[in-house]
C-alpha cells in the first residue's frame, strides 16, 4: 500500500520522538564516541540532524509562501552546518537539536492542504510537492537514530515504515523491488541503507542518506 502524508507526518513525529529521547543526556565525551557513519562522531551526527530540520524547514516555508527558499544554498553550507555541529558544546547541541525540531514541526502543522501541494526542490534538484517534507524527514530521523549507535537498531523502527523505506531505496538504487535478498525486512532496509546487516551473499553497498 502506498504511504500517505497521514503516514509520513506520523512517522515524521515518532522518529523525532525517539532520535530526541536517543540523544538525551549525551555527556561531552559521549557526543565525542563515533556514530555508526564512518568518519562521524555524535556531535557531527547531531549536528546533522538538527540542520536537516532548519533545511527541511527552509522548504516548508517556500510552500507556505510561494517564494522560492532552497535547503541550502550550497552544497558547501550543508558540510558547513555539519561542521558547525562538530564545534558546539553538548549543551548547545541539545538545544540546538529540539529547536529546530519543534519549529519543524510547527511549520508543517501550519500547511493547508493545498500548500502541500505546492512544488519545491530538494537538494539534489528534484521538483517534488511539499507532501514529501515529512517522508524526507522521517527517512533522516529514523535512520540517524540507529546511526546514532545508543540501542536503536532498524528492528525497532515501525514496520509500515520499514516497507516505504525498501521500496524507496530500491527504487532510488535501480534494483528491483521484486528481487531483493531474502531476510527479515529490518535487515534488508538496513542493507539497503548501507548499514551493518546480517544478511548473506548480499553484496555490498555505499552508505544512503
Known amino acids: 500500500m502506498a504511504r500517505t502524508l497521514a503516514d509520513a507526518l506520523g512517522w515524521a513525529e515518532e522518529g523525532t520522538r525517539g532520535f530526541l529521547d536517543a540523544a538525551a543526556g549525551l555527556t561531552e565525551q559521549d557526543y565525542d564516541a563515533p556514530s555508526l557513519l564512518p568518519g ?16 527541511l524547514g527552509n522548504l516548508v516555508r517556500w510552500a507556505a509562501t510561494g517564494e ?3 535547503m541550502y544554498a550550497s552544497p558547501e553550507e550543508r558540510a558547513a552546518g555539519i561542521e558547525r555541529g562538530a564545534r558546539l558544546s553538548a549543551a548547545e547541541l541539545a538545544a540546538w537539536l529540539e529547536r529546530s525540531a519543534a519549529t519543524l514541526r510547527a511549520g508543517m502543522d501550519g500547511l493547508s492542504e493545498e500548500r502541500w ?3 519545491v526542490l530538494t537538494a539534489q534538484g528534484r521538483a517534488v510537492p511539499a ?12 535512520i540517524h537514530a540507529v546511526d546514532l549507535d ?4 532498524f528492528a525497532d523502527l515501525p514496520p509500515a515504515f520499514l516497507d516505504a523505506l525498501v521500496a524507496d531505496i ?4 535501480g534494483l528491483d523491488a521484486a528481487k531483493l535478498p531474502p531476510g527479515p525486512r529490518a535487515e534488508v532496509a538496513a542493507w539497503l541503507a548501507g548499514r551493518p546487516h546480517t544478511l548473506t551473499d548480499a553484496p555490498a553497498l555505499g552508505p544512503w542518506l
Open 40 to 55: 562521524w562522531t555524535r556531535r557531527h551526527l547531531v549536528g546533522h540532524v538538527a540542520a536537516n530540520a532548519d533545511a
Open 68 to 70: 522560492p527558499t532552497p
Open 117 to 119: 501541494r505546492a512544488e
Open 131 to 142: 507532501a514529501e517534507i515529512p517522508w524526507m524527514r522521517s527517512r533522516e530521523i529514523f
Open 150 to 153: 545508543r540501542g536503536v537498531t
Open 170 to 173: 530500491a527504487a532510488k538504487r
